[in-house]
């Protein structure tokens, strides 16, 4: 376990969120229908079949969140991910946004992991060229998964060249 505080508690969480907020109104301006997720918390998650980050949310996000999958108008099929290195440490932060350009629809994820914990998950990740994010709300078993063919792009430099990733 890292000595470090959770992530999600850190300074550095509240610049993501507000950075979030910041690239939501950047994609309304232009038109298009954005739901920011707050994270409670980001775990790294393995167990069987599933693996990646675990996002965990409000019921009432999930909700919101539910309604838009749901909808057949809109399949998330491409995504930005803006990494941002900490200053030092072991923490890793990251924004992701799921997007659907025929419906103009996004969702933004804050993530933020110490990379002890995810080490696994990652270079897991890394293998199978795919980083999965759990988005479930608090107290539930179930979720929706974003999945991610480039899981570099979380990653530091210093981490990709632990498994010669470029």
């Known amino acids: 376990m890292s000595d470090e505080p959770n992530p999600t508690t850190t300074p550095e969480w509240e610049e993501l969120i507000d950075d979030a907020g910041e690239v939501a109104a950047e994609y309304r301006e232009r ?8 994270p409670i918390d980001v775990t790294p998650v393995e167990r069987g079949d599933r693996s990646g980050l675990d996002v965990t949310i409000a019921e009432s996000a999930y909700g919101r969140l ?5 909808d057949e108008a809109v399949a998330f099929g491409d995504a930005e991910v803006y990494y941002r ?17 025929r419906s103009e629809t996004a969702v933004v ?10 080490r696994d998950v990652f270079e897991r990740a890394l293998r199978e060229s795919d980083l ?6 608090a107290d539930a078993a ?3 998964v974003f999945s991610h063919g480039d899981p570099s ?9 632990a498994w010669d990733v470029d």
Not at 66 to 70: F, G, K, L, N
């Open 31 to 38: 038109g298009w229908e954005v739901l920011v997720l707050e």
């Open 66 to 70: 539910e309604d838009i999958v749901a």
């Open 85 to 101: 290195p900490s200053e030092g440490g072991d923490r890793r932060f990251a924004l992701i946004v799921e997007r659907d350009e």
């Open 109 to 118: 994820v804050p993530v933020a992991y110490a990379f002890p914990e995810a």
């Open 132 to 137: 999965q994010v759990h988005v479930r709300p």
């Open 142 to 144: 179930e979720w929706i």
């Open 153 to 161: 792009l979380f990653l530091e430099e210093r981490d990709r060249r």
